[in-house]
């Protein structure tokens, strides 16, 4: 599904900027403009990603605070595996 983009103008972004980043954090990407032409684009951010080093270090962390061990779904290493085993490496083409 295409991303939804809309084009206002710096006293409309100005005038509610509140349902403006309401818009943004739907997914939609906002192109302010003034005289000329484009003048800031708004979008929402890239999520967090974390390595799975970074991952297990977090869950050690959860346990040493709380005592808990988290617990994976009983395939969650076969998955893994089974992703593992079919990697390939990510060539994304150069207009990405």
Known sequence: MAKAVI???????AND???????????AEVVIEGGAGPVAILHATEPVR???????????????ETGRAPV????FAEDVQEIHSHRKPWNPPAWE
Do not use: N, Q, W
Not at 7 to 13: F, G, K, N, P, V
Not at 50 to 64: F, G, N, P, Q
Not at 72 to 75: A, I
């Open 7 to 13: 084009h206002i103008s710096e006293a409309e972004a």
């Open 17 to 27: 900027f509140a349902r403006l980043m309401a818009r943004v954090r739907a997914g």
């Open 50 to 64: 974390r390595s799975i080093s970074e991952c297990i270090a977090l869950a050690k962390a959860h346990e040493d």
């Open 72 to 75: 994976l779904d009983p395939d």
